[in-house]
């Protein structure tokens, strides 16, 4: 069974431009989520959804931060403009639901911000 | 205060050696409690949960001290390839929604 994808796997920019991340989760996972994880850090949650609906996206930066997943299988996070501090690994992961189940990692987007 | 503290380490320990680590976590509704290993530059994956009553998985044993909110992992016989980041992750509160606060880690060495 095929893991949660993501990609690209790095990606180096400038700072003020945008940058897309994508994620396509476990067969039949319902919930995905979105965390950054900072160097030393552990990962912390931008956003989850339930199927296509954004359940909680309390921490997500609404001012340069946007996700979706329109058809409530994969999902796009993007970044516009970039800063600095967006510099980190942005994590993928997955759940058959969202009361006490495993979540699965994808490998991360790790981003660069020159 | 953060919500999940740990003792970020490293931790470096021989072969063979027996190591603890622990973790403490703000918010008493917490139901649900999971240690996740993360590789170097790989992705964190479960290790185990942690019951209340304390359970054991081979080499690995993880306690839960509700009182205290306090959670630990004790690693028995190291290997080699043990050597990884532990993050410890509890829930967010009391309705055990999916909401996960991950610890910043503790790194163990496992040297020859």
């Known amino acids: 069974e095929a893991g949660v994808v993501q990609s690209p796997r790095y990606k180096i920019i400038e700072k003020k431009q945008p940058v897309a991340f994508w994620c396509n989760p476990i067969s039949g996972h319902n919930t995905l989520y979105w965390y950054r994880q900072n160097l030393g850090q552990g990962p912390e949650l931008l956003i989850r959804?339930?199927?296509?609906?954004?359940?909680?996206d309390s921490q997500l930066p609404k001012d340069r931060f946007s996700a979706e997943r329109l058809k409530g299988v994969d999902s796009t996070l993007k970044i516009q403009p970039a800063e600095l501090g967006d510099s980190a690994v942005y994590l993928c992961a997955s759940s058959l639901a969202w009361v006490n189940n495993e979540q699965f990692f994808g490998p991360g987007t790790r981003l660069t911000v020159l | 205060r953060k919500e999940v503290e740990q003792d970020p380490g490293p931790f470096n320990v021989p072969e063979g050696a027996t190591v603890a680590f622990n973790c403490t976590y703000s918010n008493s509704a917490s139901q649900s409690f999971f240690w996740y290993r993360q590789d170097c530059r790989k992705e964190p994956k479960l290790l185990m949960s942690v019951y209340s009553s304390g359970n054991e998985d081979g080499r690995f044993t993880a306690q839960l001290n509700r009182a205290s909110q306090y959670i630990s992992l004790l690693i028995r016989d190291s290997k080699l390839s043990d050597s990884a980041t532990y993050l410890c992750?509890?829930?967010?509160?009391?309705?055990?929604?999916?909401?996960?606060?991950f610890g910043q880690g503790t790194t163990l060495q496992v040297k020859p």
């Open positions: 992750v509890v829930n967010a509160g009391s309705s055990n929604t999916g909401k996960l606060i």
């Open positions: 959804y339930e199927n296509e609906e954004a359940v909680d």
